[in-house]
């Protein structure tokens, strides 16, 4: 979490299954977030990530958070998984 506050980083995201090492990341800031996401693959393929596989934290916007939390849509994150 210094690395990504360093780093400047508005919110932290984790895609993981909800019953898998949730206690750890919850330690370390992370919540598990009923929300989906987007996000396209090395061959340009869209994927959405089912709800409630998602942790996300607040690193340096909790408004930004706030804002994707209450948004309807669909975050994107753009290029890659991982």
Same mark, same amino acid.
């Given at each position: +979490?210094?690395?990504?506050?360093?780093?400047?980083?508005?919110? !932290?995201?984790?895609? %993981?299954?909800?019953?898998?090492?949730?206690? $750890?990341?919850?330690? +370390? !800031?992370?919540?598990?977030?009923?929300?989906?996401? %987007?996000?396209?693959?090395?061959?340009?393929? $869209?994927? %959405?990530?089912?709800?409630?596989?998602? +942790? +996300?934290?607040?690193?340096?916007?909790?408004?930004?958070?706030?804002?994707? $939390?209450?948004?309807?849509?669909? $975050?994107?994150?753009?290029?890659?998984?991982?």
């Amino acid at each position: +979490m210094k690395i990504l506050k360093s780093e400047r980083a508005d919110i !932290g995201l984790l895609q %993981t299954s909800p019953h898998k090492d949730v206690h $750890l990341y919850k330690r +370390m !800031g992370f919540f598990i977030a009923n929300k989906s996401y %987007t996000f396209r693959d090395i061959h340009g393929k $869209l994927h %959405t990530t089912s709800r409630g596989g998602v +942790m +996300m934290a607040s690193i340096n916007s909790p408004d930004i958070l706030d804002e994707i $939390l209450s948004c309807e849509e669909i $975050l994107h994150i753009g290029d890659g998984d991982w």
